[in-house]
């Protein structure tokens, strides 16, 4: 290896590890998925929960809170007591009211409400070591192609939740090869305008990987449709930590035959 090319590798492990760290960083933030300690699916019938104030209850209308005397939440700034009526919550969307205590996450999954307080006292984050990956790779940066389709499509996949499934707008596919073999992925919708994000398992899935899934995050495609999937990058989802999590499951085409050697791997706490 040259000098440069040294250089080179160098420059790039430190990327990732940045990159990496960062990661594990939202994901153990005093609000983060490694904070919640309960999942309280909710119905009619008013409920009060041990690890957060009010009664909860939801109905066609939405969700609603019975705060008693003393119990207060703030939500946007403003001061919530007695009787509060959230309203409908959109599928995947979310309101966190808050106390001193920790913040309380009133969700919809699977067109169920759900409550799910975080406290920054939580075992799983207190006691959270990191999580083991692959050493970063550039043989796992691969070029791939997007192929759009005519109109996005509704896909519905499993969760890890029993019962739950989601639906996705898929937009098109990612085309690549990897381990000598011509692979397509499922590609839905991403965190920012006309990027992707791939949900996808491999033969490593189960063994040095958590079995259920793994996440990648893709830039958005070039002007001749040319892609940049980096593996090296391909996280858990936040039910490799923690049984409070809804996370869906991957399209049955993206449970790739080759073994990914990149990214993070199986969970301590797992």
């Given amino acids: 290896m040259s ?9 790039f492990a430190a990327d990732w590890a940045a990159w990496h760290e960062q990661h594990a960083d939202r994901l153990a933030a005093p609000d983060g998925f490694l904070a919640i300690t309960s999942i309280n699916w909710l119905s009619e019938t008013p409920a009060r929960f041990p690890d957060a104030p009010g009664e909860w209850a939801a109905d066609d209308s939405g969700v609603t809170v019975d705060l008693a005397p003393g119990e207060e939440l703030t939500l946007d ?16 969307g979310g309101l966190f009211p808050a106390d ?3 913040v309380y996450e009133v969700a919809r999954r699977g067109g169920n409400d759900i409550l799910r307080p975080r406290h920054p006292d939580a075992p799983l984050r207190t006691g959270f070591r990191g999580t083991p990956a692959y050493a970063p790779d550039p043989q796992w940066v691969i070029r791939g192609r997007y192929r759009p389709f005519d109109e996005p499509r509704d896909v519905t996949v499993g969760s890890v939740v029993e019962g739950l499934q989601h639906v996705y707008a898929a937009p098109g596919v990612v085309e690549f ?17 006309g990027s992707l994000h791939i949900l996808f398992a491999d033969a490593t899935s189960g063994v040095t990987t958590y079995a259920a899934n793994r996440s990648l995050q893709v830039a958005a495609p070039d002007s001749g449709g040319t892609v940049i999937l980096d593996f090296n990058r391909a996280t858990n989802l936040p039910c490799a930590y923690t049984a409070f999590a809804t996370c869906p499951l991957p399209p ?19």
Avoid: C, K, M
């Fill in 3 to 11: 000098v440069l090319d040294s250089r080179v590798s160098q420059d």
């Fill in 77 to 92: 700034g403003a001061v919530i007591t007695g009787r509060h009526h959230f309203g409908r919550i959109p599928e995947r």
């Fill in 100 to 102: 001193p205590a920790g």
């Fill in 177 to 193: 090869e990897a381990g000598g073999q011509p692979l397509t992925l499922t590609a839905f919708n991403g965190r920012t305008p």
């Fill in 252 to 270: 049955a085409g993206n449970r790739l035959p080759v073994a990914v050697e990149a990214g993070e791997q199986i969970p301590y706490e797992a």
